[in-house]
């Protein structure tokens, strides 16, 4: 045999690891809405999302195999949509009611 048949059967291994720890993320930040930790709530949860977005790019978008000029835009699309969300918040936050 060519060993093709390995490689295929192990393939799923790494998106499934990666489903399984966003599951367990999601079971975290789901359980902290019921502990009263206050202020730090928020950051906790933050934290919680950003550990998800990297395994989301990191794994699930094969960013880690990819080019360096992927990898440079990935960040720019990055960049761009915080740019655009603190813009936006800066307006939300100037308007006087």
Do not use: E, K
Not at 23 to 48: D, E, M
Not at 54 to 60: I, N, Q, R
Request: proline letters at 3%; glycine letters at 8%.
């Amino acid at each position: 045999m060519n060993g093709s048949s390995n490689a295929q059967r192990v393939s799923w291994r790494g998106p499934v690891a990666v489903w399984l720890g966003l599951l367990v993320l999601f079971g975290v930040t789901t359980g902290s809405a019921f502990v009263p930790l206050g202020p730090f709530n928020i950051a906790l949860n933050l934290l919680i999302a950003a550990i998800m977005l990297a395994l989301l790019v990191t794994f699930l978008m094969d960013l880690r195999h990819s080019t360096t000029l992927l990898r440079l835009l990935a960040c720019a699309g990055l960049f761009w949509t915080v740019f655009m969300f603190a813009l936006t918040f800066t307006d939300y936050l100037s308007r006087y009611y």
